[in-house]
């Protein structure tokens, strides 16, 4: 099977069924309630209808699935959201028993829709729990072993974010190949756009128009690698643009991955201030953070060395216009 596999060019492991939702599944996705709607299929909707409902994408079940709202919308404009109850939570879920393990979604789109509040994508410590981060970054194989808990392959196609006070966008811990592509960030954020978190890597970003306010810089990648951010249009309202560092010692948790082989080009930034425009930081904290000490005590990551250590990334043919 892996010799076949490998003769047409696909991966590796399984690949997720492709089934489409039912008319009783689009039913159920779009009527109103309180509890957030389990998607295990892929959903087809048309530009009139919405989805004011929560939307739960967990576990590998949930492999393959997918919303293609054809121009409609998801969420409720102006209600506030938050991070423990996003409007699309795209979640690992913890596997008991001897030793513990994790079941991740994979290969998961959600194009040509409006969304008001934000997405959520998480392995390790989904739902608040952060326990099983802390642990596993206390290890020498935590990298590999955040990546593999984690989701991945997850497309934003065409989609609008109209952000109302959480992250609009947070990428989790060892979240691999998140593509958010020809998209636009709008409303407010308390934070940043879109926040790409410590382990992660081999995200892309390209063609996103951001016209969001936020309370900080655009995008933070914080200990994320390999990433792409390409061809897209910041209106910066004299706030930062991208940041790269690593958040040492935040809640205790060990950074292992520095933010290094990033590629960040051919991007235009409108409304940086003057005098320090700040577009993009290479190297935005080098430990400046006084929870910084708070993983002491162990021989590697930022336990042993409080700086981002920011290495290898492109920095090209970016512009500022007035």
Excluded: K
């Excluded at 779009?30 to 409902?53: E, G, I, K, M, N």
């Excluded at 082989?261 to 930034?269: H, L, Q």
């Amino acid at each position: 099977m892996l010799v076949l596999l490998a003769a047409i060019g696909l991966q590796s492991w399984a690949l997720p069924a492709a089934r489409s939702c039912t008319a009783a599944e689009v039913a159920a996705l779009t009527a109103p309630a309180d509890a957030p709607y389990r998607l295990t299929c892929r959903a087809t909707l048309s530009a009139s209808q919405t989805v004011t409902r929560r939307i739960l994408i967990e576990g590998a079940e949930a492999s393959g699935s997918g919303i293609d709202c054809r121009g409609g919308s998801l969420g409720v404009p102006g209600r506030a959201t938050t991070t423990r109850a996003p409007t699309i939570a795209i979640w690992s879920r913890r596997i008991e028993g001897t030793t513990a393990g994790w079941s991740r979604p994979s290969d998961v789109t959600i194009r040509n829709c409006q969304i008001h509040g934000n997405v959520r994508i998480w392995g390790m410590g989904a739902g608040g729990s952060m326990s099983d981060l802390l642990d596993s970054s206390r290890t020498p194989g935590h990298t590999a072993a955040t990546q593999a808990a984690a989701p991945s392959n997850i497309s934003l196609e065409s989609v609008s974010i109209v952000a109302s006070g959480s992250i609009p966008l947070y990428v989790g811990p060892g979240v691999t190949a998140t593509s958010v592509l020809r998209g636009r960030f709008g409303g407010r954020s308390d934070s940043t756009a879109i926040y790409l978190d410590a382990e992660s890597r081999d995200n892309r970003i390209e063609g996103v128009v951001f016209d969001v306010a936020t309370a900080r810089e655009q995008i933070a990648i914080d200990g994320s690698a390999g990433n792409v951010i390409v061809g897209n249009r910041f209106a910066l309202g004299g706030r930062g643009g991208v940041f790269l560092y690593r958040n040492c010692g935040e809640d205790g948790v060990i950074r292992h991955q520095t933010p290094s082989d990033n590629r960040i080009t051919d991007n235009v930034f409108a409304g940086a201030s003057r005098f320090r425009p700040r577009t993009v930081v290479v190297g935005a904290r080098e430990g400046n953070r006084r929870y910084c000490g708070d993983d002491a005590g162990y021989p590697f990551g930022s336990s042993a060395d409080d700086g981002d250590r920011a290495m290898r990334n492109v920095v090209a043919r970016n512009r500022i216009v007035r």
